[in-house]
């Protein structure tokens, strides 16, 4: 168990529709990380957050958005779904005082578009 | 061209087997160098860390970096059914925030 949690597990949802996927970072992490992984691209990096503010941002869909909050949980938006993104979404905490980028990922959330 | 390519295999071998992962990349800026071991079903977790060239022993797992060839290669020594999983390679550079995976390779170990 790396610490980091996310929910749901699961989701089914239909074309057009707006998911939120949630993230809880590992206690005193302060950095989030989103990544898509899907069996054609691989893992993804979409954006990072670190303590409320963006830091980075990858190959994320303008119709894909996050944020952090006060409390460091972060949340990915993901609206219009697409048949295409039906994927895993993990999220991904760092702890600052450790390794350079290592990364601690959590169990992910299986997205179904349908 | 993607920066880091893995092949996915799969890749099956018997138990007790010396089994070696490779991934190559093309951007010569990458200093870090992980690997990652996803089991079905769960999220990647951090097995190897290196940073530049050199080698890295952890029990029975070997890490090597030849940036000269950018070419980084994961060893498992007497592997065990319980390493059947996807390993990931990856890579990122001072500064960046971001860590580029490769595709992953699938791997059973046979009984």
């Known amino acids: 168990d790396s610490g980091v949690t996310q929910t749901p597990k699961h989701l089914i949802t239909a074309t057009g529709q707006r998911v939120t996927l949630r993230c809880s970072p590992r206690s005193g992490d302060l950095s989030v990380y989103w990544y898509q992984q899907s069996l054609d691209q691989g893992l993804q990096f979409l954006i990072q957050?670190?303590?409320?503010?963006?830091?980075a941002k990858g190959n994320i869909l303008e119709r894909f958005s996050a944020q952090q909050f006060p409390d460091l949980h972060s949340e990915l938006n993901l609206s219009s779904l697409e048949l295409g993104d039906s994927a895993l979404y993990f999220c991904?905490?760092?702890?600052?005082?450790?390794?350079?980028?290592?990364?601690?990922f959590g169990p992910g959330t299986r997205l179904t578009v349908l | 061209q993607k920066e880091v390519e893995q092949d996915p295999g799969p890749l099956s071998v018997p138990e007790g087997a010396i089994v070696s992962l490779n991934c190559t990349y093309s951007n010569s800026a990458f200093q870090y160098f992980m690997w990652y071991r996803q089991y079905s079903r769960k999220g990647p977790e951090l097995l190897m860390y290196t940073y530049s060239s050199g080698n890295k022993e952890d029990g029975r797992f070997t890490a090597q970096v030849d940036k000269s060839s950018k070419y980084i290669s994961l060893f498992i020594r007497d592997s065990q059914p319980s390493d059947s999983a996807t390993y990931l390679c990856a890579m990122t550079h001072q500064g960046a925030q971001k860590l580029v995976f490769g595709q992953g390779t699938r791997l059973t170990i046979n009984p």
């Open positions: 957050y670190y303590n409320g503010e963006e830091r």
């Open positions: 991904a905490s760092r702890n600052t005082g450790g390794s350079y980028n290592e990364q601690f």
